[in-house]
């Protein structure tokens, strides 16, 4: 059984920091690029960043760029995203991807809250 656990979501103020973690497993990790989406209130679900299997090429989105990591560790099977000077803008439901071809799977979120 496939299952993509995502945790360390909160509330932080602007400015700060969280590290948001997926745990994988049911499937072979290491053959799988890795994503975190967003999905903030009212609006539709954008793509954060990406890391390819074997963590050697890593892409973000034009907003992320420089404040947030995406990393891997494929000996734990788990996928990581550090957000730094986060912004309330940054607000959303964080969710982990898997994808392999045709083969596309998701977590079921973790909620970020940025506000003072």
């Known amino acids: 059984q496939v299952q993509l656990v995502e945790s360390g979501g909160g509330l932080v103020q602007p400015g700060g920091s969280l590290r948001l973690s997926c745990a994988a497993s049911g499937f072979t990790f290491s053959r799988y690029a890795m994503s975190w989406y967003r999905q903030a209130p009212g609006k539709e679900r954008e793509l954060v960043a990406r890391i390819t299997s074997t963590g050697g090429s890593t892409s973000y989105a034009d907003s992320m760029k420089g404040r947030f990591t995406i990393s891997r560790d494929n000996r734990k099977n788990t996928v990581y995203l550090q957000m730094s000077s986060l912004k309330p803008e940054d607000t959303a439901v964080y969710y982990c991807?898997?994808?392999?071809?045709?083969?596309?799977?998701w977590g079921q979120g973790t909620q970020v809250t940025v506000s003072s």
């Open positions: 991807n898997a994808r392999r071809y045709t083969e596309d799977y």
